[in-house]
């Protein structure tokens, strides 16, 4: 018997980001993965240390870990599309769940519950809010790097993106825009 999931997973590395954006730098969706997880233990342990919460970092890490998973089959849908009008982003959000439900399918019974509580994320939980928090200021980053690298296509997705974050009443989300995203427009000379 074999078992897709993971080289399914695998393949995230050849998921281009920003696909309707000119990037001085590619970015595809295991990196940002990778950096989304970042910071998503970063806001929990933030949340828990600074804030008295009590939320599950593990699980906030996995949400993380496993929230593009669907894109493997779907591909990233640019945000324009995506956010185009309600129907549409309903009609994505059913389209990226069965690509996941598809993708949980090629696991082993013993292990399908398991990854399914990840993939699937209770989105009302509020690890998963966390997750989210971390997923927008991923994008941010994205955007003050490419930026700093005198790529102006980024100006209004990055005032846009800004925007969101800055409504957010999250204390640890306001906790890293302050203290820990201002660090990412620093040189490796000036982080020294």
């Given at each position: 018997m074999k078992y897709d999931f993971f080289a399914y997973l695998n393949r995230m590395k050849y998921i281009k980001r920003w696909?309707?954006?000119?990037?001085?730098?590619?970015?595809?969706?295991l990196e940002h993965t990778a950096q989304v997880s970042v910071i998503a233990h970063?806001?929990?342990?933030?949340?828990?240390k600074y804030f008295g919460g009590n939320v599950d970092v593990l699980k906030v890490v996995l949400y993380a870990q496993y929230h593009e998973t669907g894109e493997v089959i779907t591909g990233d849908l640019p945000t324009p599309i995506k956010y185009f009008n309600k129907e549409i982003n309903h009609?994505?959000?059913?389209?990226?769940r069965g690509a996941s439900e598809k993708l949980l399918s090629t696991l082993p019974e013993e292990l399908k519950s398991?990854?399914?509580q990840y993939v699937l994320a209770d989105e009302d939980s509020e690890e998963y809010k966390i997750m989210k928090s971390a997923d927008k200021i991923s994008a941010y980053i994205k955007c003050v790097e490419e930026i700093k690298s005198g790529n102006s296509e980024f100006k209004k997705a990055k005032e846009s993106?800004?925007?969101e974050i800055n409504k957010s009443e999250r204390e640890e989300v306001k906790f890293f825009m302050?203290?820990?995203?201002?660090?990412?427009?620093c040189s490796l000379d000036e982080l020294e």
């Open positions: 696909s309707l954006m000119r990037s001085h730098d590619s970015e595809n969706v970063a806001l929990a342990e933030i949340k828990n009609a994505y959000k059913d389209i990226e398991v990854y399914t993106i800004l925007k302050k203290n820990v995203a201002p660090v990412y427009l």
